[in-house]
């Protein structure tokens, strides 16, 4: 499995992108992160272990507590990935507006 397959695999949960959602914010403990869900805080727990195992989000001690962040390196991946469709979109944009008129009226049914 590749890193990115990792990363989509983590992504196809609703309650780990919710919690990407909310980590977009600033950093937070998993305390106050379970307590925006209707799940059990060791859910949220297993959750955030495999965002942080696809390398979507870091975790630092900060004194006594545990702080979730999004991880900028492993997102920054994934945007990556997701801009070379936007390119492809955009250079197929231009070069059918590129076309002469007559050609572009040839094509439409």
């Given at each position: 499995?590749?890193?990115?397959?990792?990363?989509?695999?983590?992504?196809?949960?609703?309650?780990?992108?919710?919690?990407?959602?909310?980590?977009?914010?600033?950093?937070?403990?998993?305390?106050?992160?379970?307590?925006?869900?209707?799940?059990?805080?060791?859910?949220?727990?297993?959750?955030?272990?495999?965002?942080?195992?696809?390398?979507?989000v870091v975790v630092r001690p900060a004194g006594t507590r545990r702080l979730y962040e999004l991880d900028s390196r492993g997102l920054a991946a994934l945007r990556t990935f997701?801009?070379?469709?936007?390119?492809?979109?955009?250079?197929?944009?231009?070069?059918?507006?590129?076309?002469?008129?007559?050609?572009?009226?040839?094509?439409?049914?």
């Amino acid at each position: 499995m590749t890193y990115q397959d990792v990363s989509f695999a983590a992504l196809g949960d609703p309650t780990r992108r919710q919690i990407l959602l909310l980590l977009r914010k600033g950093p937070a403990p998993v305390g106050t992160i379970a307590g925006r869900f209707p799940v059990s805080r060791p859910a949220i727990s297993q959750h955030l272990k495999v965002l942080k195992d696809a390398h979507l989000v870091v975790v630092r001690p900060a004194g006594t507590r545990r702080l979730y962040e999004l991880d900028s390196r492993g997102l920054a991946a994934l945007r990556t990935f997701f801009e070379q469709f936007w390119t492809d979109a955009l250079q197929a944009f231009k070069t059918e507006v590129e076309r002469p008129t007559q050609a572009r009226r040839r094509r439409t049914p």
